[in-house]
């Protein structure tokens, strides 16, 4: 069963276009929620994370949108370039299990130039 | 400062051979984790070293098990290799070191498992 659901599984946007991922997780115990970021041929990168005690994390042209209420994360990279190509993974991990972290399913997402 | 290094990189098996991978975290991390990532199933944590000691385990059957060492270099065994082995074995390291403390986790490029 999966514990972090992600959509879409694929995103094609335009250069300087708005990609957003979202992500639902079932488990309150919950507190911990990271994205990465995956080039083929490499291992994931953390790009950002967020915590539940706020609802929006910004960080350069990455940000996460976070519903408590609603158990649903998001990510919105503004000013999509090229370079941000890549595989997306949203996550998530409880403080019992801290560094066992729980994947959603990745979403590919391109930016066409 | 050196990150995660995974060795192999690529190895081919056959069913019913074992394999040992091996990772050296990023100097000064005590922590590490390892994932299987594979096209159908993601990424799944299969278990979390610290201090030499198991902390975590992820839901794999009794053929995946691993170790670390006092230098903090962990190595993970898969026995009796199936076909569904076949995977991207991605190892990650963390300087968290208080229980229940999430810190990020620096993912290696991984070793990827080819069983025949």
């Known amino acids: 069963q999966q514990q972090v659901k992600q959509s879409p599984q694929s995103l094609i946007v335009q250069k300087g276009g708005i990609p957003i991922i979202n992500c639902a997780y079932e488990?309150?115990?919950?507190?911990?929620f990271p994205w990465y970021q995956q080039f083929p041929g490499k291992g994931p990168a953390l790009l950002i994370a967020?915590?539940?005690?706020?609802s929006e994390k910004k960080e350069g042209r990455f940000t996460i949108s976070f519903n408590k209420s609603a158990k649903q994360f998001s990510l919105h990279i503004m000013d999509s370039q090229p370079g941000d190509s890549a595989t997306y993974f949203c996550?998530?991990?409880?403080?019992?299990?801290?560094?066992?972290?729980?994947f959603g399913t990745g979403t590919r997402l391109t930016v066409i130039p | 400062k050196a990150g995660v290094t995974q060795t192999p990189r690529y190895l081919i098996k056959t069913r019913g051979q074992q394999v040992t991978l091996s990772c050296s975290p990023i100097s000064g991390h005590r922590s590490v984790s390892w994932y299987q990532q594979t096209p159908g199933q993601g990424l799944q944590f299969l278990f979390e070293y610290f201090s030499e000691t198991q902390r975590n385990k992820g839901n794999f059957p009794g053929r995946f098990s691993g170790r670390q060492f006092s230098n903090s270099r962990s190595e993970m065994n898969v026995s009796t290799l199936e076909l569904g082995d076949s995977a991207l074995y991605l190892c990650a390291s963390s300087n968290s070191w208080i229980q229940g403390n999430t810190g990020e986790l620096f993912f290696g490029e991984g070793s990827r498992l080819t069983v025949l």
């Open positions: 996550a998530a991990s409880s403080r019992a299990g801290a560094n066992n972290l729980f």
């Open positions: 967020i915590r539940p005690d706020v």
């Open positions: 488990n309150t115990a919950f507190d911990y």
